[in-house]
């Protein structure tokens, strides 16, 4: 059986564009992301802080030993609950995407929360609302990031399209000479002909 009798390809050609893997292939394209991410943030917190925990009169190689035995020991822990999260939260905004057939902000913003409240529904419901909200309002922040940086980046090219020089025709006469070039944009390219 194939993919293509159970999936919908239409609503995934919009993350090609964002430069994302097509739903079913995200969900560990994401996990495995955090994963690494956690690993990486993981061992170093927890490098510093077995250094910082080392007693000082042992000498420097034991502070150093010290810190690699905790990096060694916690620092694939912190990567293993960054996958999870990962995971429950790349499978929830699949199914939002399916669900609401669309792909956008908004289903970031709602995977987060539903991700942040599964995970801690083992401390309750009260629990379970301020992870969600935590999750909501940090996707929510990233979204608002992304969206901004995005508007700057597109500002800036549309900045730089009246400084770009219009390729000569390859017919007739040249749209730009070195006077026109001088006097629009103030500047005259060298060139030497022989």
């Not at 905004?93 to 956008?104: A, S």
């Not at 409240?117 to 309750?124: E, F, I, N, Q």
């Not at 017919?171 to 629009?184: A, C, F, H, Q, S």
Request: charge should be positive; charged fraction near 20%; include cysteine.
């Amino acid at each position: 059986m194939s993919w293509d009798n159970h999936f919908d390809r239409s609503l995934t050609e919009d993350s090609f564009i964002k430069g994302r893997e097509p739903c079913p292939f995200r969900i560990l394209d994401d996990c495995g992301g955090a994963f690494a991410m956690g690993v990486v943030a993981g061992s170093l917190w927890h490098f510093s802080r077995g250094c910082w925990l080392a007693p000082r009169s042992q000498g420097l190689s034991t502070i150093r030993r010290l810190g690699l035995v905790q990096m060694k020991e916690r620092g694939p822990v912190v990567g293993g609950n960054f996958a999870i999260w990962g995971l429950t939260f790349s499978a929830v905004e699949c199914f939002l995407i399916y669900y609401r057939k669309r792909d956008d902000w908004f289903n970031s913003v709602l995977a987060g929360g539903m991700a942040g409240g599964m995970l801690a529904a083992r401390g309750g419901r009260t629990a379970m609302i301020q992870s969600g909200l935590v999750g909501s309002a940090l996707l929510g922040f990233i979204e608002l990031a992304q969206y901004l940086f995005l508007k700057g980046q597109s500002q800036a090219q549309q900045q730089m399209k009246h400084l770009e020089i219009p390729a000569p025709p390859a017919k007739g006469t040249p749209i730009y000479d070195r006077r026109n070039l001088k006097v629009e944009l103030n500047f005259v390219p060298e060139v030497q002909f022989d």
